[in-house]
C-alpha cells in the first residue's frame, strides 16, 4: 500500500513539473517564467525526498535542502533585477 | 535587548545543527557549539531584530496560539484555492487593498506579511511604512476595508503580545 | 506495515494531490498574481505534506525533513511576495477587472510628490 501510495504521488509531481513547465515556456511576461521557475523548484523538492525513500539514501534530502537554498537566493536576485536593480 | 538576540541566534543555529546531523552525542554537541558561536559572533550585528520576540510566558503563549490559527489557516486557504482552481467558471475578483497595522517591530511586521500570504485568497505585494498592501483573490466589492481588517486583527492580536 | 508508515504514505500521496492542483491553478489563472496566489499556496502546504510523509516513512531522516519544511515554510512566502512586489515596480497592472489597486494610488502619487507637483 505504500508503494502504490508513493507511486501515484510520484506519478502527480511529475504531472505538476510538466504543467508549470508549460507556464514557463508560455510566459507571457518575464515574471510569469520566474513564478512558474519558482513553483518547478519548490515541487522538486518533495520529488527529491521521493527519489530519496525510493532509492533509500538520505543523501538525496541534503542535496534538496541546498537546492531549495539556491533557489530561493535565485528568486530574490531574478527578482532584485526585474524591479529595477539596486538604484 | 542585544544579548538575547545572540543568545536567541546561537540555540537557532544550534537547533539547525541538530537537526542536520541528527545524533545526540558528546562530540557532536562540541562540535555545533563552536560552530554556532563562530556563526552567531560573524553575524551577530545584523540579526539583532532576532531581540524583538519576548519572551516573558503569555508571549510565548502568544507564540502557540498564532501558530494553531496560522495553520488551521494554511489548510482552510489551501481547500479554498484548490476549489477555485477545479470550478469550471473560476470564481476570482481579484484587487489590491491597503490596510495598516498597529504592529510596531519590523519582525513583527515580517511575521505578519508572510501570515497573510499563506491564508485563504491574500498576499501581501509590498509594506510602506506601516501599511500593508494586500492583493485578494476574492473580494467583497462593498466593505473591503472592513473585511482586510478583520483578516489582519485575526493574527494582529497574538503578535502584538509576542513581539509589540 | 506498520501505522507510522500508512500515515506516512497517505501524507505523501495528499500532498502530491496539492502540488498537482497548485500546478493546474499556476496554469488556469489570469494575470500573475493570481497566479502567485495559486502557485505559492497549494505548493507550500503539497511540500510540507509530501516532506513530513517522508520523515514518517523513515523515522530517523525526520530531522532533516523538518528542516527542509520549516525552511520552505518560512521563505516560499517570501519569494512570492518578493516576485510580486517585482512585478508591480515593473508595471505590470493587474487583470482589466481587477476591483480596485490601492498600491498603484499610493505609488503614482509617491512618484508625483517626488517629481515637484505638475512637473509635465
Not at chain 1, 32 to 39: F, M, P, S
Not at chain 2, 63 to 68: A, G, I, S, V
Request: charged residues 15%.
Amino acid at each position: 500500500m505504500v508503494d502504490v501510495a508513493v507511486t501515484c504521488a510520484l506519478v502527480l509531481i511529475l504531472g505538476a513539473l510538466v504543467l508549470a513547465g508549460v507556464r514557463f515556456v508560455a510566459g507571457p511576461t518575464a515574471v510569469d517564467r520566474v513564478i512558474a521557475l519558482d513553483v518547478l523548484t519548490v515541487i522538486s523538492l518533495p520529488l527529491m525526498g521521493i527519489i530519496a525513500h525510493l532509492s533509500g539514501r538520505s543523501i538525496y534530502l541534503d542535496v534538496a535542502l541546498i537546492y531549495g537554498l539556491l533557489s530561493f537566493i535565485g528568486v530574490l536576485a531574478v527578482a532584485r533585477y526585474l524591479d529595477g536593480g539596486l538604484s | 535587548m542585544r544579548a538575547k538576540a545572540i543568545l536567541l541566534q546561537f540555540i537557532l543555529m544550534m537547533g539547525v545543527w541538530l537537526l542536520l546531523s541528527g545524533r545526540v552525542t558528546f562530540e557532536n554537541l562540541a562540535a555545533g557549539a563552536i560552530v554556532a558561536l563562530v556563526i552567531t559572533m560573524m553575524t551577530t550585528s545584523r540579526t539583532s531584530m532576532l531581540g524583538e520576540i519576548r519572551l516573558t510566558p503569555r508571549a510565548l503563549g502568544a507564540h502557540l496560539l498564532f501558530f494553531l490559527v496560522f495553520l488551521r489557516e494554511l489548510i482552510r486557504s489551501n481547500l479554498d484555492v484548490a476549489r477555485r482552481v477545479l470550478s469550471p467558471s473560476l470564481p476570482i475578483h481579484p484587487g489590491i487593498v491597503k490596510v495598516k497595522t498597529r504592529l510596531r517591530s519590523p519582525l513583527g511586521r515580517f511575521v505578519l506579511a508572510n501570515a497573510i500570504t499563506l491564508t485563504p485568497g491574500t498576499f501581501t505585494v509590498d509594506i510602506m511604512g506601516d501599511s500593508l498592501f494586500i492583493h485578494w483573490l476574492d473580494m467583497a466589492p462593498e466593505d473591503a476595508e472592513a473585511a482586510a481588517r478583520h483578516i489582519v486583527s485575526r493574527f494582529e492580536k497574538y503578535l502584538e503580545v509576542a513581539y509589540g | 506495515m506498520n501505522v507510522l508508515s500508512i500515515a506516512g504514505a497517505l501524507l505523501v500521496g495528499f500532498g502530491a494531490i496539492f502540488l498537482f492542483i497548485g500546478a493546474i491553478g499556476l496554469l488556469r489563472m489570469p494575470d500573475c498574481y493570481t497566479r502567485i496566489q495559486a502557485g505559492t499556496k497549494a505548493s507550500t502546504l503539497g511540500t510540507i505534506l509530501s516532506l513530513g510523509g517522508i520523515g514518517l516513512l523513515h523515522p530517523s531522516w525526520l530531522g532533516k525533513a523538518l528542516l527542509i519544511l520549516l525552511f520552505v515554510l518560512l521563505t516560499n512566502p517570501v519569494s512570492s511576495h518578493v516576485l510580486a512586489r517585482a512585478a508591480h515596480l515593473a508595471g505590470i497592472l493587474p487583470r482589466g477587472d481587477t476591483e480596485v489597486d490601492e498600491l498603484a494610488a499610493e505609488t503614482e502619487a509617491k512618484h508625483h510628490s517626488i517629481n515637484g507637483g505638475g512637473s509635465t
